[in-house]
Every structure is written in C-alpha cells, then in structure tokens.
C-alpha cells in the first residue's frame, strides 16, 4: 500500500482551495442561495478549543455537501474582536489591544485553514475594523434619532475587578461572566437602548422561525411575560401603593405584603416608619447584590419589617405588616407584592423564618413544602374557602370574579408584565465601538455627523480601566474636547464605549454584503441571501447575543432597513466537549485538549471525523483518547481500500442496495445534525467493501464522495488518484429509492400454528415457492409429517402450514 504522508497530503489541498478559491460565494447567479452561519468567536489568546473544532466542523460538512447539491454557500468567518476579551488579554501581556487582536486573529485563521473549514475568507473582518463599525456606530445613531437610545441615571451591575457596568445578561447569577467576580449595584448614568419596548414582537418572532426549542425556551423565560392584576392597596397612615400579582384568587389569604429595597414605595414610607435605621441597614445589604443574585437566589429569607406602619387588605379591611425583601425588585412591576404564605413557596419560607401568620384560602390543597413543588392547589377540585361570597369557585372561577369585583371597586386593572429590561448599552472600557455623540451645554447630547463615522479610538499607550468607574477615555482630553456639530460651540465626546454585543447584532448582514462602502449592506445582497438558513451557536448565547440580535434587526426592520423582521431562520446549537472525566474542560482541572496537539499527531481528518462520530451532536459528550485512534483507524481502512479498485462504471451488484441506503442515510443525516450515525454508516459500508476481494471505481469513488464533507484532504487525494476532478466541484450522488429496499424478507414459518423457523425469501415469492423453499429446510421439514392439508400465506409476512 502506498504511504500517505498526513500533512503533506492536507497542506497540498488546504493549498489548493485557497488558490483557486474553492469556496468563494457570488452575490447572484443562477444557483439558489444557501446561508450557513456559525457564531464568529472573540480572538482570545488562548487560540482554538476543541469545542470550535466540533461547532466549525459540523457546518462544514453541511456546507460541503450543499455546494455539491448545486447551492451557492455562503460559509463566512469574521472576528467578534471588541471588548472585554481583548482588552483584558492585552493588559497581561502588556501589549495594545489592537496588537493582541492582529496576532490572535491571525493564530485563529491558521488553526481554521489547518483544519480545513470551507469559509469564504474573501468576506472576513473583524468587528474592530474602522470600515466596520463605522457601520455600527451608524445604526446606534439610527436607535437615537428614532427615540430608542436615552441617557439615564439607574441602578446598574458593577464588576468591582473588571471595573465596568456589565447587563443583566452578563451578570447572571449576580456573578461577572468574565471573571467570575460578585456583582454589586451602583448607580451611574449609562446609554440605555428600548429594548422592553420589544418584548412582545420578540416573543411572536419565536412563532415564526426554526429555533431550537431549548434556545425559544430560554428566550421566552428571559423575555419573563406574566399577565395578571395590579391593584391599589391603601395604608394605615392615609397612603397608597401598588402591587402585581398573577394569582389574585388568593387575596383573602394575604398575611403581610413585600416591597422593593431599591424602589419608589418605600422612599415614600421612609419618613413614616419607627425603624429607620434597621431598615437603612438593609437597604445597603441588598445594595450590594445584584438584581439577578435576589430574584435567583432562592435560600435568601431575609426581609426587614417597616414597623409604625400597616398595609389594608382593599377586600375584607384587615391590616397586615409591610417588609422589605430582597426578592421583590424594583424595576419589575410595581415593585411590590401581596404575600400569601399557604399558597406559594417563597412566601411560605418567609413567613415560616419570620413568625408571621398564615391562613388558607384554597381548599383542597396541601400546605407544605413538598406541595408547592407540585403545584397542588391548581387541581380541578381545589376550591376556594375562607373567601367570602367566593368560597366554593374553583381557581379560574375566582380570579375572574375576584378581578371583576376590584374592578368595580375601581382600585385594579389587568396588566401585563415582563421580566425584559431596556438593555445597558454603556461600557467604562477603552476597547470598543467609541458612540458618537457629544455633549454641549447649549444643545444637550448631539449625535455627529454621519459624514465624520467613523469616530476613531484615539492612538494611545494607556487604555486600563479607572478605579473611579469613568472610562479610561475620559483621561484623553485632547479627544474628548471638541466643538458641538450644532451651534459650532465647545462641546465633550461621550466617553463610555458600546458593549461587545453591539458588533455581533448584526454581523451576519454584513457578511451579505462585506465591502460596501455606501451603505452597510445593500438591499439586493439581502433579498438575494435572505435569511441565514443554518446558524450554529452555543446556549449560553440564547438569551444575550441572540436576543440583542434579534431586537437589533427588529428595530431595523422597523425603520424601513431590511426587508424581514427576523433575518435568521434556524438556529442550532451544540453541545460541549467535555474532558475525558465528563467535566468541563479547564486548565486547573489539566484536561483541556489542544487541537493543534491532536491534528499534528493523527492530522486534520482523523479530528474531523472524531468530533463528528463522539455522540449526539446537540449533547456535550467527553473526550475518548480511544475513540480518536478506532477513527484514525478507519480512514487507515478507506486507504486501504484503494488496493482493491478495479475498473468499473457501475456499482456492485451485491452492494448497490448498501450503496443506495447509506447515499439516503448520509444525505439526511448531515442535513439533520445525526454526524455520528452519518459516519457509522459509513463505516459499515466500508466494512462491507472491505469483505470482498474487490470494488469497482464506481463503489470507491462513491465512498470516497460521501466521505469527503467529513475528511475533505485524504478523500480529493485518493479520487485524484482513480483520475477524477476534485470532489469539490462534483455533484452529490442521489440514491434511487427502489434500491433502498430489500428484495428479500426474512419469513417466520409455522408448522399447526407454531413458529418452526425463518426462510428467505423474495417479497414477490408465491406460495408453492414459499412452501418449497420451507420444505428444503432441515429445521422446518421435520415438523412436516404427514399430508399438508392447508396453507395460510401472506407475501412478506407469515407462512403457516396445516398438516
């Protein structure tokens, strides 16, 4: 057998592709548009993971086998370089951001080509490309002109070491997502974008597009839609405030109400209550944590009473105790709430750590722990009792009744509410997207001029981030003063920077249309590419990156800037790799694997088809050193086959049927994320061509073609050697569905009624030929004694002989 040196034969091809540009996508032509996306990463220093390898990989093969299917792909790679990454990678080596980011892109973009992705790296760039966000500091000044972009003053996430305001989403769990620092409150004036505005386009979207139900799923409880009543509840002093509530049918079971920490109502309780500085003290306890860390955190029971003042029950008169608790926020409804202990668990556990009373209103329920888990009290027998004229209606019944009655009170209405906050559009960082307004105390904020984008960065040696919380741009007064471009007079530049996620919002437009300097895409690169067909990312992007996006291009859409309010139709994503132990991988934990280590040892094509074959594609699956080597030793097998090629245009006979269904299998696998089975039938056919002593060039070159989205360098080598052109500029074999099914079944037999054994026999076989065959069987014939006297056969199915 001849040797195949790896690297040779992969560099030879990488070089190939490159050259001829092999996966070069046109704007127009006659074959129909296919748009595969797969999230650009940040450039870290770090270089590629494995966990890329399998994301970049899989939509490769689907790339592949689309160009050959007669589409026009496009497969782009960018860099999503802005922002905290970059920035913190740059400060620990000493270096400029813009430094770090070149040479990490360019390790990147070496470890992708080494790898070979398909990318059609004529539409690359990077978000920090000048010519690039001057495009996204047109489309900020879009959301200002249309009155969705506003400077206010509100609470914010603070990372004390990354010294930034980070959003909700990046600080989920009352953690930084960066450093994993705990998250404080801080009040700092900051660019904020409308996005609440949209909280109820962006859950009709979801009706719409092709997400994953885990990714919909994630959207819809971030977006957080509750539709209940908000009620006004007067107080022992003369004074009034409002609360929220879904479950209004348990009114009568109020024991006490909650309020915000950080909210309106109880400033204005302040003055009138005996306990200020206990409830002081509170307030600076929960001040310290974020909102996402107290609506999360479900073991916190803390909560203080505002003693010297009482709530009145607006349905029965009785006053109950008003506390403050941390897991009331300010921000979401009205930043207050009734609390009915028998009838919810947080308040139940409340109530429980704080001695206050409880009384049951829903009949039929179990008031315990254990209960709440299971939701008991919403059964169709549960009904209400110790609620006045209500005692005796069923859930539904009362919240109706309960709501028409406040209603007719004229203290309550039917609202709706959402979780969705408007987004935090500033960051105190140097590295990233300058926003391009000014302030002038004549004019107030004035966005620039659209003919002066893009607002650089200025040159500077020292970008680290202040210990006072201003952007380290605010130190750079020769940028920051300049004249106003309304009234001529001196004005200063907005120091705080856009967050990472505004590059990303709408790079996948971009790629459409990637060196258009009129405009940031035009309106016939987007109705020619559409939608993105196919985007991959990962589920810790569903409710941050995803969800900015898709509020992003709803505002466009909105505006008159693109032609379809979702421009991405399907998403997918992927699970991780995890190390060999089934952990996450981690440099503390020593498990993390190199894929430069990996391709240098058993090459490109071994990796490729072992990320494609380790498991469900959608699931995180551990890494199997032993797994690698059975691939290497399978693509060994398919070079071995080569030495059993004889001439031939046709398939073999006893493997056209094979030959057939694994073209089926293949086919549908690679367009449905099934990579693993892909492989294992190709594997099986191999094996199959393995057993014979020979193959035609028609049953190898066939091999060789269903393979080749896997394994693209060893496949183009050895179909270059039968004499063939590249399988990249060939066509995907299509099987012939009547070859797919079997023309012989295996047939029970039955001798008076009993199975006596199988036969084989053709599906169209007829009975004297079913009865014969059954009769030349040893194991079958000797429970035939005697005459036959009847036949009971169905073709296909049973054969049952009555002697």
Not at 1 to 19: C, F, I, S
Not at 133 to 146: A, D, G, I, S
Not at 188 to 205: C, F, H, I, V
Request: charge should be negative; proline fraction near 4%; charged fraction near 25%.
């Amino acid at each position: 057998m001849k040797e195949y040196k790896t690297h040779e034969v992969e560099a030879k091809w990488q070089k190939y592709w490159e050259d001829n540009k092999t996966f070069r996508a046109t704007n127009g032509g006659k074959k129909p548009p296919y748009y595969i996306l797969v999230e650009f990463p940040y450039p870290s220093g770090a270089g590629l993971h494995v966990g890329h390898v399998r994301s970049y990989t899989a939509q490769d093969t689907l790339a592949r086998m689309k160009r050959m299917q007669g589409f026009n792909v496009l497969y782009p790679m960018g860099w999503d370089a802005f922002g905290a990454p970059a920035e913190e990678y740059a400060i620990k080596n000493h270096i400029h951001p813009k430094q770090a980011v070149q040479e990490n892109i360019k390790t990147f973009k070496s470890q992708m080509m080494n790898l070979g992705i398909s990318f059609d790296w004529d539409r690359e760039f990077s978000t920090t490309d000048p010519d690039y966000y001057k495009w996204t500091q047109w489309q900020f000044l879009q959301f200002y002109k249309h009155g969705k972009a506003y400077k206010d003053t509100v609470p914010v996430n603070w990372c004390p070491k990354c010294k930034t305001v980070l959003s909700n989403e990046d600080s989920a769990g009352g953690v930084c997502e960066r450093c994993g620092s705990v998250v404080v409150q801080k009040l700092k004036s900051q660019w904020m974008l409308k996005m609440s505005e949209y909280a109820e386009d962006l859950l009709d979207g979801l009706k719409d597009i092709n997400f994953a139900d885990k990714v919909k799923m994630a959207q819809t409880e971030w977006i957080g839609k509750s539709v209940g009543v908000q009620m006004k509840v007067k107080t022992t002093d003369g004074g009034e405030f409002e609360i929220f509530t879904t479950c209004i049918e348990t009114i009568y079971g109020i024991t006490f109400f909650v309020i915000a920490p950080d909210g309106k109502i109880i400033k204005d309780l302040m003055p009138k209550i005996t306990n200020k500085a206990e409830v002081e003290d509170y307030i600076k306890l929960c001040a310290t944590k974020s909102n996402l860390e107290r609506k999360s955190n479900v073991k916190d029971k803390s909560g203080v009473e505002l003693k010297g003042i009482k709530a009145i029950n607006p349905v029965n008169g009785k006053e109950v105790p008003i506390y403050a608790a941390s897991f009331v926020l300010g921000d979401y409804g009205t930043g207050a709430a009734m609390a009915v202990p028998t009838h919810d668990q947080r308040d139940f556990e409340f109530a429980v750590e704080h001695n206050i009373s409880m009384i049951q209103v829903i009949g039929g329920a179990d008031v315990s722990e254990k209960a709440f888990e299971k939701h008991s009290y919403l059964g169709k027998k549960c009904r209400l009792m110790n609620s006045a004229e209500f005692d005796g209606l069923t859930v539904e019944q009362a919240k109706e009744a309960i709501t028409a009655k406040l209603q007719k009170m004229g203290i309550a209405k039917v609202t709706t509410n959402y979780r969705l906050r408007d987004w935090i559009f500033s960051r105190q960082r140097f590295w990233g997207e300058p926003i391009p307004l000014v302030h002038c105390e004549k004019c107030g904020w004035v966005p620039l001029d659209e003919k002066d984008l893009p607002l650089l960065l200025p040159d500077v040696a020292e970008y680290e981030p202040t210990d006072t919380g201003e952007s380290p741009l605010a130190k750079i007064t020769d940028w920051v003063n300049t004249t106003c471009p309304h009234c001529g007079g001196p004005a200063k530049r907005e120091t705080d920077t856009m967050p990472n996620w505004a590059g990303s919002c709408w790079y996948f437009l971009r790629f459409m249309d990637p060196h258009n300097d009129k405009e940031f895409v035009s309106e016939e690169a987007m109705k020619y590419w559409g939608k993105v067909n196919w985007y991959n990312g990962g589920m810790e992007h569903a409710a941050r990156h995803l969800l900015y996006a898709r509020y992003w291009v709803q505002f466009l859409y909105n505006i008159g800037l693109v032609p379809y309010k979702e421009m991405i139709d399907t998403r997918v994503s992927h699970g991780m790799v995890l190390g060999s132990n089934n952990e996450k991988m981690s440099k503390s934990k020593g498990n993390v694997i190199n894929p430069d280590d990996i391709v240098n040892q058993v090459g490109a094509d071994t990796l490729r088809i072992y990320e494609m074959f380790m498991g469900d594609y959608q699931q995180d699956a551990p890494w199997s050193t032993d797994s690698l080597k059975g691939c290497k030793r399978f693509i060994d097998k398919v070079i071995k086959l080569s030495n059993k090629v004889i001439d031939g245009t046709s398939y073999s006979n006893d493997l056209e049927s094979l030959i057939h269904k694994t073209i089926k299998k293949v086919t549908y696998d690679l367009s449905h994320m099934a990579y693993n089975t892909a492989v294992s039938s190709l594997m099986i056919l191999t094996n199959a061509m393995d057993s014979k002593e020979q193959i035609s060039k028609a049953d190898y070159r066939l091999l060789l073609t269903l393979l080749n989205p896997l394994a693209p360098h060893i496949t183009e080598e050895l179909n270059e050697e039968l004499g063939y052109d590249p399988i990249c500029l060939g066509e995907w074999p299509v099987c012939d569905e009547s070859k797919t099914v079997e023309n012989t079944v295996d047939l029970p037999v039955q001798v008076l009624g009993k199975v006596r054994g199988t036969i084989s026999v053709s599906k169209d076989a007829s009975q004297d030929e079913a009865v014969s065959l059954a009769c030349e069987n040893e194991n079958i014939n000797k429970f035939i004694t005697g005459d036959i006297k009847k036949v009971i056969y169905v073709p296909g199915r049973i054969l049952n002989i009555i002697v």
